[in-house]
C-alpha cells in the first residue's frame, strides 16, 4: 500500500511575517548572493561573515532556520552547529562544496538537518529553503495521524514530543520527520530513495550516506542497544523499516 505521508504544508497567509533566516559565511559574495534571492516578503536573511558572529547573532535575535558555511575563521561551520544544536531544535543546513560529501556527514552527525552544495543555483536554493521551512513549521496535512504509538514509541505530532518507554526523547527536527514517517508506516521497508524523497523532500543524491547517518543517530537516541537494533530494523540489501513489534 502507498505509504501515509506526513507532509508539511506551505502556509498561504500572506500577512504572516517574513521568516528570518541566519546565514554565515566568510565569502561576501555568497552572503550577498543569498540576500539577493531569498530577501523579500516571505524572507529576512541576516548574515555574518563568521561562526563567532553567528553564534552571537543567534543569542541575540530570533531566527527560523540556520545556514551555516564549514570553512570559517574564529569558530567554523561544524563548531557552531553543535553549539546551536546543544541549546535549539531549529533547523541547521550546511553549505559545502560540490564535493564536500564528508562535511555534509560530519555537519549531520552534530545535529545539522540538511545541506546546499556550493555552487548552487538561485532557483535550487530557493526551492530548497522552501522545502525545509515547510517540513518544519507545523503546517500538516491530515493524511498521517497526529498521535503514532508503535511499540515503546509514542509520537504526539503537534506537540512535537516523542516519548520511548515512557521518556521524553530529544530529536532534531530531522530525525523526528523520519522517525514519524517510519511510525506511520510500521512494518513497510523503504529504501534509501524513497525516504529522501518521503522524508527529506527532493531526489535521493547516491554519493551520501544522510539516511544511514539519521538512523544510526535515531538508534543512539531510541534503541536499548543500539548495536542490536529491535525497533529500526535494516532490511539486507533493501532498507529501512521500524518494527511493528
Known amino acids: 500500500m502507498p505509504p501515509i505521508r506526513h507532509i508539511a504544508e506551505r502556509n498561504q497567509d500572506e500577512n504572516h511575517p517574513p521568516r528570518r533566516i541566519l546565514v554565515a559565511d566568510d565569502d561576501p559574495s555568497i552572503a550577498t548572493l543569498i540576500q539577493l534571492t531569498l530577501n523579500g516578503p516571505r524572507y529576512e536573511v541576516v548574515a555574518a561573515s563568521n561562526g563567532l558572529e553567528a553564534l552571537t547573532l543567534f543569542a541575540e535575535q ?9 570553512m570559517m575563521p574564529y569558530v567554523d561551520g561544524f563548531d557552531a552547529c553543535q553549539r546551536i544544536r546543544d541549546q535549539s531544535d531549529i533547523p541547521i543546513v550546511i553549505l559545502t562544496s560540490r564535493d564536500g560529501t564528508d562535511d555534509v556527514v560530519h555537519g549531520f552527525e552534530l545535529g545539522a538537518d540538511d545541506y546546499i552544495t556550493k555552487p548552487f543555483r538561485t532557483a535550487e536554493l530557493l526551492a530548497r529553503v522552501e522545502a525545509i521551512l515547510r517540513r518544519v513549521e507545523g503546517y500538516k496535512s491530515r493524511l498521517a495521524p497526529p498521535v503514532v504509538r508503535v511499540g515503546p514509541i509514542e509520537i504526539d505530532a503537534p506537540r512535537h514530543r516523542v516519548t520511548v518507554r515512557g521518556q521524553e526523547v530529544n530529536l532534531t527536527p530531522m530525525e523526528f520527520e523520519l522517525l514519524y514517517f517510519l511510525a506511520a508506516n510500521a512494518g513497510q521497508v523503504f529504501d534509501r530513495e524513497a525516504l529522501f524523497r518521503e522524508v527529506w523532500g527532493y531526489d535521493y543524491v547516491g554519493e551520501t550516506n544522510l539516511v544511514d547517518v ?23 540489501g533493501v532498507g529501512y523499516k521500524l518494527s511493528e513489534g
Not at 535515531?218 to 535494516?234: A, F, H, Q
Open 62 to 70: 530570533s531566527f527560523d532556520m540556520v545556514v551555516l558555511d564549514v
Open 214 to 236: 539519521c538512523v544510526r543517530r535515531l538508534r543512539e537516541k531510541i534503541e536499548e542497544t543500539p548495536s542490536r537494533p529491535r525497533l529500526i530494523v535494516t532490511i539486507r
